[in-house]
């Protein structure tokens, strides 16, 4: 059975909620999303979920608005950073990790999304995807469109549905394409996809901080991530 999205992204915020600020603000901000589920009209998920960011920047301070959103993050799986994580333990250098999440993600547009060399080229001249490039002490990573939208995202001319159909949460796009503004405080969802590899692989904590998105009106969502 198909997972529903809506009811498993929920539970993530909710106890990532319990365990940064406590069951009272958890209570508040998770209120009115008990019913919500992949089947309800989207409008009401966007409305919930822009209500949801408005409290969660007024109730609760920065630091923990992102480890809160952060929490929310899909994770890509650690058994595919294993190799990357024994590298860089031998090394200690973050130069051959970036060129092995470099490859990792070359084949994964290449082999799994079957994109054609004309489109991997483009994505790969734009310094779009996983391994992103180093900035002194920072990586600084760019997303990639969601998979299904590539090809049109490039295509794209408008510029309120090229930043829906670049967006790969559904939620956010839902957002986008009815003109309802939503914290950008949100997008922290996606920048912990890339914690979440990063302290896989370096075994520390790190901080990552936005600076591109759709929510701001950016074609891209822009990420950096603050070695230790």
Known sequence: ?????????????????????????RAKIME???????????????AWSAR????????????????????????CPNTELRGIRAKYE?????????????KK?????KDELKLSATVVDVIIR????????????KIIATKIPKSAYIA?????????????IYCHCPRIRGALMSGVSISSTYC???????????EEILQERVRVELLESVLKGDDVCTIAIHLP
């Open 90 to 102: 031998e090394t200690s250098d973050i130069d051959i990790v970036l060129e092995m999440l470099q």
């Open 52 to 75: 949801a960011m408005a409290l969660l920047d007024e109730r609760v301070e920065a630091a923990k608005r992102f480890d809160v959103m952060t929490g929310c993050a899909c994770q």
């Open 152 to 164: 049109d995202y490039l295509k794209e001319t408008d510029p309120v549905k090229k930043r829906a």
């Open 1 to 25: 059975m198909k997972q529903d999205f809506e009811r498993y992204w929920l539970s993530k915020l909710s106890t990532s909620l319990e365990r940064s600020v406590g069951p009272d603000i």
């Open 105 to 109: 993600f070359v084949s994964f547009l």
């Open 126 to 137: 734009k310094g779009w995807g996983l391994a992103g490039r180093r900035e002194g002490g």
């Open 188 to 198: 922290y969802c996606g920048a912990g996809y890339y914690r979440g590899i990063w």
């Open 32 to 46: 009115g999303s008990e019913d919500l589920s992949d089947g309800t009209d989207r409008s009401e998920v966007v």
